[in-house]
C-alpha cells in the first residue's frame, strides 16, 4: 500500500524542480532586456544612432548577462540528467540558488548605468561579479549535497559520470572568485574575465569533458 | 466508450493545474527583482556603496518574499504528490491563492518604499502581512476541501501521510495570523517575526515531520 | 516507417500547445500587478492608507482581470481535455487569442488610470470590454474549427460532452457582446456586468453543466 | 549498467530544452504590452480616444512583433517533432537564437517610439529588421547543424520530411534579408514587407507544404 504513490511522487519531484528551474531561469533571462531603455527623443538633434552607440554598456550587459544565464540553465540540466530525486533541503537550496539568479537584471542594469561613471564604476562591478560567485558557490554546494552517498542520484548512474561533472563544477567557484578579486583592481579586467568564461563555457566542449 | 479519454483527462489535470501554478509562483518570484530600483548618480558626489547601503529595506524585501514565496510553491509541490485529481472549484480556489502570491512583489514595494518612512511604516507591514495572512487561509481552505472524504487525493494514499501534512498546514493561518496582529502593534516586530517563520520553514526538516 | 515518430509527434503537439499557452496565461496574468503603482511619500503628510484607498480601481481592476484570465485558463484546459491534435491552423488561432489575453494588462491599466476621470472613463472601458469580446470571440472560432467533424478531438471523446461544451462556449461571444454594448451606455454598469460573468464562471458548478 | 540512465536522460534533454524555449517565447511576447504606456491625462482636455489613437505605431508594432513571435515559436514546435535529441552546441545555438528572440521588445519599443519621429525612424527600423534577420540566420544554422548526418533526428524520421522543413527554413534568412535591405531603402516599405511575411507565415498552408 502506498507503493505507487511514493514511487510516482519520487518521480514527479525533480520533473516539477526542474520546471519550476526553468520558469526562473527563463523569466531572469527574458526580464534583462527591460533595463535597456529606450532612448528619448533629444531636441538637440542628435541622431538616434549616436544615442544607442552610448548606450553599448546595456548592450554589452544583456549579452553577457544572457549567456551566463543561458550557460546555467545548461549546466543545471546536465545536472539533473543524474539527479534523479530530490529532498527538502536538495529543493531549499535550489531556491537560495535561483534567488541569486533571479537578482542578475538588478547588478546587470547597475553596471550598464555605471560603468562610464567613473564614481560607481567599481562598486558596480563588485556587485555583479559577488552575484556570480554566490550562483557558483550555491551550486557546487547544492551538488555536493546531492551527490554525498549518492543521495539523489539516479539508479544506474555512473560514477565517472558524476566524477566529470564534480571536477567541472569545481572550477566554477574557483573562476568567479577570480572574477570578484578582480572586480577590485579593474573593473575592465574583471568583466573581460566573465566574458571570457561565458565564451569558455558556450564553446563547443571537448569529447573528453563531455557529460 | 469515453473511458481512456476520461482516465487520461483525469491524470492530466492536476498536471496542467501544476504547470500553471509553478508558472505564475515562478514569475511572481522573478518579478520581485524589478521593484529594486538602480539608483541615479547623483549630483551631491555621494558614493554608490552609500546609496546601495540607503536603498537596503529593498534588499531585505526582496530576500523575504523570494525566500517565502519559494517555500510556499515547495509547500504546493509537498501537496500535489497526495492530490492526484482536480474540480472546478479546487481549480477555482487555486487561482484565488494564486491571485494573492502574485501580488506580493506590490506590497514587498510598498514595505521597501515605507519601511524608513515613519508616517507609512505601520500600514505598509499591515498590508504586507495581510498578504500573507490570506494565501495561508485561502491554502488551507483549498486543502480541507481536497482531503474531505479523500476527495481528490490519489489512489493509494496513507492516511498518516494526509494527517501530517494537515497538521503542518494548520500552522500556517495560526503563524500568519500572529505575524498580522503584530503588524499592528509594532511593524518590527512582524518583520522579524515573518522572517523567523521562513526560516523555521527553510531550515532542514525534522525527520518526523518529513512528508 | 515514420510512424512511431509521427504517433508521438501528434501526441506531443497539444503538449507543447498547452505547455506555450500556460505560459502566456500564467506571464499575462501576473504581469498585472505590475501596473499597481506604489504611491511616493507626499508633501502633504497625507496618510498612505488614504492614498491607498484613492487607488481602489487599480485594485478593483487587478481582481477583475485576474479573476478573468483565471477563468479562460481553466475553460482552456477544459477544452483540452477533448482536444487530443492540433494543426497549423487551430496553433494560429490559439496565438491570436493570446494576443488578446496577454494585451489585457494594458486595458486594465487604463481603466485603472481613467476610472475616477470623466473624460476618459467611457473610451477606457470600451476598450477593455473589446478585448474581452474579442477574446470571446476568437476562442469560439477556434472550438468551432476544432470540432469540425471531429478534426482535432480525441479517439474516444462523446459526443454529449462536445456538445455541453458548445452550448457552454456559445454563451460566451453573446455575453461579453452585452458587456460591450453596455460600456457605451455606462462603464459602471459594464464593469458590474463584467464583474457578475466572472463570478458566475468562478462560482461552483451546477452538475448538469460540469464537463 | 547506465543504460536505462542514459535512455531517459537522452530523452529527456529535448523536454527540457523545449520547456526552456517555450518558457523564454512565451515571456517575449507577453514583455511586448509592457512597452504600450498608457497617456497620462492632459491638461488641454484632449479626448483620451485622440490620444490613443496617435499611439498607433505601439499598438502596430505590437501585433506585429506578437504574430512573427507567435510563429517562430510554432516553427520551433514543428522542428522538435523532428528533432529528438540535443548536444551541447546545439543547445548554446538554442540559446543564441533565444537572445535575439527576448531582445525583439526593445526594438518593438524603438519602433514605436520613433516610427513618427523622421530623425531617428530609419535608425530604428534598421535595428527592428536586423533583429528578425538575426533570428532567421541563427535558426537556419541550429536547424542545418541538427540536421547533418541526422545528428540530432529521431530515430524513424522520414527524409522527405526533414528535406521539406529545409527548403521552408531556407526561405528565412533570404526573406528576412530583404526586409533588412528595404530597411536602409524605405522604413515604410521594410515593415509592410514584414508584416507581409507575418501574414504568410500565418495563413493556412497548402497541403503540399505542410508538415
Known amino acids: 500500500v502506498g507503493w505507487v504513490a511514493d514511487v510516482s511522487a519520487e518521480l514527479g519531484e525533480t520533473g516539477r524542480l526542474e520546471a519550476f528551474s526553468d520558469g526562473v531561469f527563463s523569466i531572469a533571462i527574458t526580464l534583462l532586456v527591460l533595463e535597456i531603455k529606450v532612448p528619448q ?3 538637440s538633434g542628435e541622431p538616434l544612432a549616436a544615442a544607442l552607440w552610448r548606450q ?3 548592450f554589452a550587459g544583456y549579452v553577457l548577462s ?3 544565464i543561458g550557460i546555467m540553465w545548461a549546466s543545471h540540466h546536465k545536472m539533473f540528467m543524474l539527479i534523479r530525486k530530490s529532498d527538502h533541503n536538495f529543493r531549499m ?5 535561483l534567488m541569486f539568479v533571479s537578482f542578475l537584471p538588478y547588478p546587470t542594469a547597475l553596471v550598464a548605468q555605471y560603468l562610464r561613471e567613473p564614481a560607481g564604476r567599481k562598486t558596480a562591478v563588485e556587485i555583479y561579479a559577488a552575484t556570480f560567485l554566490a550562483i557558483a558557490l550555491i551550486w557546487y554546494g547544492a551538488w555536493r549535497y546531492a551527490i554525498r552517498d549518492g543521495r539523489l542520484l539516479g539508479e544506474h548512474v555512473e560514477a565517472a559520470r558524476v566524477d566529470a561533472l564534480s571536477r ?3 572550477v566554477g567557484p574557483a573562476a568567479y572568485a577570480i572574477g570578484f578579486a578582480l572586480s577590485f583592481v579593474s573593473p575592465a579586467a574583471c568583466l573581460v574575465w566573465l566574458g571570457i568564461l ?3 563555457y558556450a564553446l563547443p566542449e571537448r569529447r573528453s569533458t563531455r557529460v
Open 168 to 170: 567541472q563544477y569545481a
Open 93 to 97: 537550496l535550489n531556491v537560495l540558488c
Open 198 to 200: 561565458a565564451l569558455f
Open 66 to 68: 544572457f549567456v551566463t
Open 56 to 58: 553599448w554598456p546595456a
Open 41 to 43: 527623443p533629444t531636441q
